[in-house]
């Protein structure tokens, strides 16, 4: 995790619902300890009482990912949580740790949609720094704008919840038609993180556009990104 001074963090992606049988979607970015804090919301869309999972893995070494467990104070099964009809339920994480411990989740539920709130704890009387990241379904191809003009930051986590490893591609257009690309290997199960900022200089165009991200055709619904 980057540690600055201002930053919106949130997830874009393609959404489907069914009422009828259970949704997996994915939380891109989970973040505990060394002065970050996540809470999950977690919401029954339906008028049925219904229950929800989250499966979560953690960096480890060189990109690939473990199963964890997050801390979190209310629960420490994080399997078949009940939820009434309407209902939501909220999940914390202490944000006590020393160390710093992060990873995606998968959030599976009927009718249950679900969002990350992550926090990091400031310091000498500065505000405490939020994002959100939606709990979203899968998809091949996400375009992402951003604006890292008055010293903003873009990053980027990019989940990989398939058993086989791909390849994500990155095309960065800013708005003064400079082209960057990039390629990142994702392994199974795992994460790749991606990090895109240029100081800002007035009217040059160079420090926002748009980013596309497109993985490996050869699985559909392979990946997706929280930015």
């Known amino acids: 995790m980057l540690n600055i001074t201002r930053a919106f963090i949130y997830s874009v992606g393609f959404l489907t619902l069914a009422a009828s049988c259970p949704a997996q979607l994915i939380m891109s970015q989970i973040a505990d300890g060394s002065n970050w804090r996540t809470a999950i919301v977690l919401t029954n869309t339906t008028a049925t009482a219904s229950t929800a999972s989250l499966t979560f893995h953690q960096d480890s070494t060189s990109g690939a990912t473990v199963p964890w467990s997050p801390p ?111 390629t990142l290997p994702s392994p199974s199960c795992q994460r790749a993180i991606g990090v895109y ?23 559909a619904g392979d990946c997706i990104i929280a930015l």
């Open 197 to 219: 900022y240029r100081p800002a200089t007035a009217g040059d165009g160079e420090s926002s556009g748009t980013a596309g991200i497109l993985c490996d055709q050869r699985h």
């Open 72 to 182: 979190f104070l209310e629960t420490s099964n994080t399997q078949n949580m009940p939820i009434a009809a309407g209902g939501t339920i909220f999940l914390h994480t202490p944000g006590t740790a020393a160390a710093l411990s992060q990873g995606w989740g998968l959030l599976t539920g009927t009718g249950v949609v679900g969002t990350a709130i992550y926090t990091y704890e400031s310091y000498n009387g500065r505000p405490d720094q939020d994002g959100t990241s939606d709990a979203t379904a899968p998809a091949t191809r996400i375009l992402v704008p951003f604006d890292n003009t008055n010293s903003f930051v873009t990053s980027m986590a990019i989940a990989n919840p398939n058993a086989t490893a791909e390849t994500v591609n990155v095309n960065i257009k800013t708005d003064g038609g400079t082209v960057t690309t990039a």
